[in-house]
């Protein structure tokens, strides 16, 4: 936070993180996996919570059964999830998704090729908001 950090993403709830950005413009995505940690981080002040590791939990199937319950809670899909699947996570309702691994491809990461890594955000971000304005239909 210190060196301008806007938002912070962990794979766990981290209570200490979460009162540190309390009282802040930072904000904090802990990681949840089930319907009581979501609750619980919630309860404990995440405005967003990361649902992760979502391909392991079922993926796209996990998102629409646990946006069910916790429709009041913004969630982002964690984890395995590709650029050509961004609208299939947010159609049922998954606020954002995470695509660290289908953007920074290895190879290219390795070659410092960042005209690749490029191109996949941009395909990325299209595919993300086609997804949101078909949503808003």
């Known amino acids: ?5 806007k938002f912070l993403m962990s794979p766990a709830t ?4 979460l009162d540190d950005v309390r009282d802040t413009d930072v904000l904090y995505m802990p990681g949840v996996m089930t319907p009581t940690e ?3 981080a919630h309860n404990a002040g995440a405005k967003i919570v990361k ?5 392991a939990l079922g993926g796209i ?3 629409s059964a646990i946006r069910k319950p916790f429709s009041h809670i913004p969630m982002v899909a964690s ?5 050509d699947s961004v609208g299939d996570y947010i159609a049922p309702g998954a606020i954002s998704v995470v695509l660290s691994d289908a953007i920074f491809d ?4 390795n ?6 890594v490029n191109r996949l955000a941009t395909s990325a971000a299209v595919q993300g908001k086609i997804a949101v304005e078909r949503k808003e239909r």
């Open 106 to 109: 290895k190879e290219a990461m």
């Open 51 to 55: 649902i992760y590791p979502v391909s």
């Open 38 to 40: 979501i609750y619980s």
């Open 61 to 63: 199937r996990y998102i």
């Open 79 to 83: 984890q395995g999830i590709t650029i």
């Open 14 to 17: 981290v209570n200490d993180i």
């Open 1 to 5: 936070m210190k060196a301008g950090a």
């Open 111 to 116: 070659q410092n090729n960042f005209d690749v």
